[in-house]
């Protein structure tokens, strides 16, 4: 503390000198100002004070305390301290005012505030590390957003002061609010518990952070990420080349059409600046006068443990990561964890830019505990090996005086933390939370809260008001459909639909403007899931574009052109007028079994043209490809006789016409293929549209019935799965029973031998009676033969190991002694038991005999018939 006392004079000789004026106390500031014309006295003042002392004015933070908290189902441990707690108080209250008298400046430090049962407890007490059971709550990430979602928050009711409570995390999680305190000290339980080497961090802030005031900060969600541009890799120049054509363009005016672009890109800079210094001026916030004064709690995470490379800050109310040197942050006052409080000793004049978090330097981190595990001090390799000079025994003495002074900080007072699976589930309070962004607003749902899946919905508006909508997504969960992402353009009217994988059409992505056949759309689909390899389909009034991948005939592409229909129908559709198909050009890939001239890359059918045109892929080292065109033309000869095939109707281009040429046979063999294959083309376009109404139906029909997926796990939703598991039980459960009754029927066996139409008479019940007890005898007698044959059979096995030792005992080796003595020991023990079972059997057999004999006295079926024996 020497060091602190001495800083302390420095900084107050330095501000003598200079006349640095430092801001109003809070009790200065919240006084009203004086007008300058009013005069008012000495007593008038004390009345106008004594008035105002009587009229309460609740706080917005005074409503967590005022709560009404049921501490009687509280534990013992939330109403009474232990004596080393007590002791853990008494030496806070000892450091705190060795800090007040060394540091009068300074705020008071927040050691041990009272808890929901007015306790003093001290604050490294109330964390509770603890490892959830789910593993969604394992990172830091994670966790942070699922505290910032399940938690309301409540803000402190002096804006400039430490809260006076800090209630257990288990109550905060109860009542599902809480101020930033409470909020960290929740987070940092859990990033304790998870491997993370956190702590809870009492400073102050900026006027947004301590509000959760987001209506400055972009929401995450908007935020594109950066696409990583590849650079493709030039081809090879190849050694025959066209070269281009000679730029014959006048090189004055190519300057004068750059100068005219500059202009118009400089007008346009200017305005774009123009309107971000307008925007800026409007975002501009008022000056906080309590600028540097607001106090804020958020949680530190030191790099170290969990693979965290670089220390930082997380923000509880936002969930939101930030680095230590963030503006947000203006100072620092203390930090804790569950072992040890530590005091910052540093300047705060630039905020937490220069702090530095090495809690090992006495100097810069004044801490409460010594005996505690503690981060050692850094310190260079020389100062290492100097540190290592040490005598042995110098260590030890050192560590001796350690354990006598050391501390150990008591358990943590507070009960597990337990998030039960609904309130997992559900995330926010009462399923629903709402946020503000700028220029945006966010709102989440639990699940199975809307009956359409709906969790999540991001509204994007213009203005910073947030009255002209510009773009709406919205997030789907549990749907039978899939459905996950739905984004709607407000300005252009496009609906984009995104699924998961289980469609059953293997939809991806859907987007159109409206759900009538025949429009603009665009339908992309898991290729894996689908046959035929498609993986995308867009779709205008007069064409449709197919693009497919990994089909075995190397198809990758499919253009398809209609016209106009000749019949004009009330409802036209593919199945009762379908368009008529005017071209098809489809496009193949490469081949490598075929050579380059027999391998077509592109195939073009016109049908009213009549013709075919055919494109094979190029050669390596070529710049050409060969090309060849069919006439499908019927004519007829002078003698009335059909033309089937004649040269001119097909027209080539060979790139090598020396090596090959294709006889008029085999040009006619390629036509007639090419026919089928313009048929089937054809039928395939028309499956198409059937395809796309089939799937614009079932999408309709998915809407109106949006229905949601349960979970056979989830037996509360899941009705289908409770009935059948109740009826299942029930089953099982009569089942059980009927067995039990059989087994439990001893006249069962006898009265099968009966007829069971015949009514039972006074001879046949006694003579049940009389079966039933021999019977049973004689199941005793057989027990007690068994036992007695064992017995018998035990003692001659033991009584013949033992003739054969006498007569081997010369001769045997000791693991033969060992072995016979391990025998002998058994045979006893089975020996002995059997005899104990054939005593206890002769004792209770007459007893269960006598009681069976009561039973069947008692029987109500042989009751009537007995009463005369009895």
């Not at 004086?34 to 105002?52: C, D, I, V």
């Not at 803000?155 to 002061?161: A, C, E, F, G, V």
């Not at 005016?253 to 305005?271: D, L, S, Y």
């Not at 008591?410 to 597990?416: D, I, N, T």
Request: charged content about 35%; hydrophobic content about 35%.
């Amino acid at each position: 503390m020497e060091v602190l006392r001495e800083k302390v004079e420095e900084e107050e000789a330095a501000e003598r000198e200079e006349g640095v004026e430092y801001p109003p106390r809070l009790e200065k500031m919240t006084k009203p100002p004086r007008k300058e014309t009013a005069t008012l006295t000495q007593e008038m003042l004390r009345e106008m004070e004594q008035k105002l002392a009587e009229i309460e004015v609740p706080t917005p933070g005074e409503a967590l305390e005022k709560d009404t908290i049921d501490i009687s189902t509280l534990p013992l441990s939330y109403k009474t301290n232990t004596p080393k707690e007590e002791q853990l108080l008494q030496v806070a209250d000892n450091f705190s005012s060795q800090y007040s008298h060394l540091c009068p400046d300074r705020v008071p430090l927040l050691l041990h505030p009272l808890n929901e049962c007015q306790v003093p407890k001290f604050v490294s007490t109330t964390l509770r590390p603890t490892l959830m059971s789910y593993s969604d709550l394992y990172n830091w990430d994670s966790c942070a957003q699922f505290v910032s979602d399940f938690l309301t928050m409540v803000p402190l009711p002096d804006p400039i002061k430490p809260p006076t409570h800090l209630h257990s995390p288990t109550t905060v999680l109860k009542q599902q609010k809480g101020n930033c305190f409470d909020f960290s000290t929740l987070l940092c339980s859990m990033l304790i518990g998870s491997g993370y080497d956190a702590y809870c961090v009492s400073g102050y802030a900026s006027r947004d952070l301590c509000a959760m005031d987001l209506t400055r900060e972009l929401c995450p969600l908007t935020t594109k990420a950066k696409e990583v541009v590849l650079e493709e890799e030039k081809a090879p120049c190849k050694k025959y080349a066209i070269r281009p054509p000679r730029d014959l363009s006048s090189r004055f005016e190519q300057e004068q059409e750059m100068k005219r672009q500059e202009e118009i890109k400089a007008k346009e800079m200017k305005r774009l600046r123009e309107e971000e210094e307008r925007l800026l001026e409007v975002e501009k916030m008022a000056p906080d006068p309590l600028h540097g004064l607001r106090v804020h709690a958020w949680v530190l995470v030191l790099s170290g443990k969990r693979e965290v490379p670089e220390s930082f800050f997380i923000d509880p109310f936002t969930a939101r990561s930030y680095s230590t040197q963030d503006e947000h942050f203006l100072g620092i006052e203390s930090l804790w964890n569950h072992k040890n409080y530590w005091v910052n000793m540093q300047d705060c004049w630039n905020g937490c830019k220069n702090l530095v978090f090495d809690l090992g330097d006495a100097v810069k981190w004044e801490y409460l505990l010594l005996g505690t595990d503690k981060p050692y001090l850094s310190m260079s390799d020389e100062e290492e090996e100097g540190v290592n000079d040490y005598d042995d025994d110098d260590v030890g003495n050192l560590g001796k005086e350690d354990e006598e002074k050391g501390f150990d900080m008591p358990h943590s007072w507070v009960e597990q933390i337990e998030i039960s699976p609904e309130a997992f589930e559900s995330r926010c309070p009462n399923g629903q939370k709402i946020i503000q962004y700028k220029k945006a607003k966010l709102e989440k749902w639990a699940p199975y809260l809307h009956s359409n899946g709906l969790v999540c919905c991001l509204s994007i508006y213009r203005d910073l008001e947030c009255t002209d909508l510009l773009e709406i997504k919205q997030w789907y969960q549990n749907r039978e459909d899939r459905l996950e992402l739905r984004h709607i353009n407000q300005e252009t009217g496009l609906n984009v639909d995104y699924f998961k994988p289980g469609h059953p059409q293997a939809l991806r992505v859907h987007a159109y403007k409206s759900m009538l056949p025949e429009n603009d759309r665009v339908m992309e689909f898991y290729e894996s899931a689908r046959v035929d390899g498609l993986i995308k389909r867009e779709e205008t009034p007069t064409t449709m574009d197919e693009y497919f991948l990994g089909r075995a005939d190397f198809l990758s592409s499919r253009h398809v052109k209609f016209g106009p229909r000749v019949k004009k129908l009330a409802l036209n559709s593919p199945e009762s007028n379908p368009r008529p198909v005017v071209k098809i050009t489809e496009r193949f890939s490469r081949n490598p079994k075929k050579p380059a001239d027999e391998d077509v890359a592109e195939r073009t059918f016109l049908m009213v043209e009549e013709r075919i045109q055919l494109r094979y892929h190029c050669r390596d080292e070529h710049i050409t490809a060969s090309k060849r065109e069919f006439l499908r033309r019927t004519e007829v000869d002078s003698k009335g006789n059909k033309i089937i095939m004649t040269p001119d109707m097909c027209i080539s281009f060979e790139v090598e016409p020396m090596e090959h040429t294709k006889k008029l046979l085999y040009q006619f063999e390629t036509m007639m293929q090419l026919k089928s294959e313009e048929k089937q083309c054809r039928h395939q376009a028309w499956e198409s549209e059937l395809e796309v109404l089939e799937i614009l139906k079932l999408r309709e029909e998915e809407e109106e019935a949006h229905t949601l997926t349960i979970s056979i796990y989830d037996t509360k939703r899941n009705e289908k799965s409770k009935e059948y598991r109740e009826a299942m039980e029930r089953v099982m459960h009569e089942e059980h029973m009927r067995q039990m009754e059989t087994q439990l029927d001893y006249l069962a066996p006898f009265l099968a031998q009966l007829p069971a139409s015949e009514k039972l008479t006074r001879w046949q019940a006694v003579r049940l009676k009389d079966e039933c007890l021999s019977d049973f005898k004689q199941r005793l007698i057989d027990k007690a033969n068994l036992i007695q044959a064992r017995f018998e059979k035990e003692t001659q096995e033991l009584q013949k190991k033992q003739q054969w030792y006498q007569e081997n005992q010369l001769t045997l080796t000791s693991e033969d002694e060992d072995l016979y003595l391990s025998y002998c020991s058994q045979a006893m023990f089975r020996i002995r038991i059997l005899e104990q079972r054939l005593n206890r059997h002769k004792e209770l057999a007459p007893l269960k005999y006598l009681a069976l004999e009561e039973k069947l006295y008692k029987d109500p079926r042989l009751m009537e018939f007995l009463k005369v024996f009895a």
